[in-house]
């Protein structure tokens, strides 16, 4: 049976009630002959409810089985206080679900011989090298994907309100030296004896991609994920133009919204490789079928080498190491307990889940322009138990 209870919490979360968004519900789903009627209703039914129990503004969800959609839905608005209803391919943001990107985008490289899941930070940054503190030399591309490299789990105040950047170049320059002054000074904790879930791993993660191909980290996660997968909503930071905007607490009661074009709508670019990807439901759960198929070895997107090193968890460091992959942990969302491919994101504005099972070879893809995070992930995680209990018995 799924426990949410033991979902980790993979973001600092402020549990606090938030105003439900007023205004109509509103729901839609596709209607042909690929529809799984038991599905659909529990979409239609129950998004509604989680809108109204977990104080969300807007909600939305698709289920993807064999590469088709058989049952979306959405309810809400795309801003608070306006008549702005949830439409069918609108754009979230995806939050920490960004980090797998980033692994498939370094599997890629793999494949290319562009570097090694095992070479070391002093391998892919010679150049660099000498000036790292000696214990960082020596970790691993899988330890930064695993969060196994001794890494902190954010960097501070000094990068995390750098948010105005010009131009790629601009950025670029500020996520470099942002990783240099990390790699300078000693790991937060032995490399290889913890496990810390580290938005700072995997920003240097992808700058160690960048170092080897002299492509920005955006650029190559266009040409090795977004292209190459046909996610043509999928982009960086919060969405623009019609899309949903994220809400945030103001004085710990209040939400407000926030304009997308504003610097404060998301966390410093710095570091995306760690969680500012954008993508439409649909583009989510395309991204989750592409996973599960590379699982099966049924896709030449990745080898099978590299995908074992993807979806496989390092031998446990203690009781409390989750089985945590490259941007994947294996959950258990089913009566039967068996587990699947999942992740969450937030950037503490948005929320996303999905969840990629393979014994049905579905993918569920939720998310939510904000409201309490723990009820969100409750609701989205039990509706996914009761689909995937349909799925069994069909």
Same mark, same amino acid.
């Given at each position: 049976?799924?426990? %949410?209870?033991?979902?980790? &919490? +993979?973001?600092?979360?402020?549990? /606090? $009630?938030? =105003? ?88 890629? %490289?793999?494949?290319?011989? &562009? +570097?090694?899941?095992?070479?070391? /930070? $002093?391998? =892919? ?94 650029? +190559? ?7 190459? =997968? ?165």
């Amino acid at each position: 049976m799924m426990n %949410l209870s033991k979902i980790p &919490k +993979l973001i600092p979360l402020i549990f /606090i $009630a938030t =105003l439900s968004a007023k205004g109509p519900l509103m729901s839609a789903h596709a209607q042909d002959q690929n529809t799984n009627a038991n599905l659909q209703k529990l979409m239609d039914d129950r998004l509604p409810q989680i809108l109204q129990d977990a104080g969300q503004i807007g909600n939305g969800g698709v289920v993807m089985q064999n590469g088709t959609i058989i049952a979306e839905a959405h309810s809400g608005l795309k801003r608070k206080d306006t008549e702005l209803s949830i439409g069918a391919n609108d754009v979230w943001h995806i939050g920490s679900i960004t980090k797998s990107i980033t692994a498939t985008m370094i599997g890629r %490289l793999a494949d290319q011989g &562009k +570097l090694n899941l095992s070479d070391s /930070i $002093a391998d =892919l940054w010679p150049e660099e090298a000498e000036n790292f503190d000696p214990a960082w030399r020596t970790v691993t591309m899988s330890q930064l994907l695993h969060h196994t490299s001794g890494a902190k789990a954010n960097f501070g105040l000094k990068v995390l309100t750098n948010r105005d950047f010009e131009n790629q170049a601009e950025l670029d320059s500020a996520r470099q030296e942002a990783v240099l002054s990390i790699l300078q000074k000693a790991p937060e904790t032995t490399p290889g004896t913890n496990f810390e879930y580290s938005n700072v791993g995997y920003t240097i993660a992808g700058q160690l991609a960048v170092q080897q191909t002299g492509k920005s980290w955006e650029q +190559l996660v266009r040409e090795e994920v977004f292209k190459p =997968l046909n996610l043509t909503s999928a982009g960086f930071g919060p969405p623009q133009g019609q899309n949903p905007w994220g809400h945030a607490k103001k004085l710990m009661v209040l939400t407000q919204a926030m304009d997308p074009t504003s610097s404060n709508a998301d966390n410093s670019a710095i570091m995306g490789p760690a969680g500012i990807v954008h993508m439409s439901l649909a583009d989510l759960a395309k991204y989750g079928q592409a996973h599960l198929a590379i699982e099966a070895g049924t896709s030449d997107y990745i080898s099978a080498e590299t995908a074992k090193s993807l979806h496989t968890p390092p031998q446990q460091i203690n009781e409390n190491h989750p089985p945590y992959a490259a941007g994947w942990i294996w959950m258990s969302f089913s009566e039967d307990e068996r587990l699947s491919l999942f992740h969450n994101g937030s950037n503490t504005m948005w929320y996303a889940f999905l969840v990629n099972d393979p014994k049905t070879n579905a993918s569920f893809a939720f998310a939510t322009n904000i409201g309490n995070i723990k009820r969100s992930e409750f609701g989205f995680g039990k509706l996914t138990h009761d689909m995937l209990g349909e799925l069994d018995q069909q």
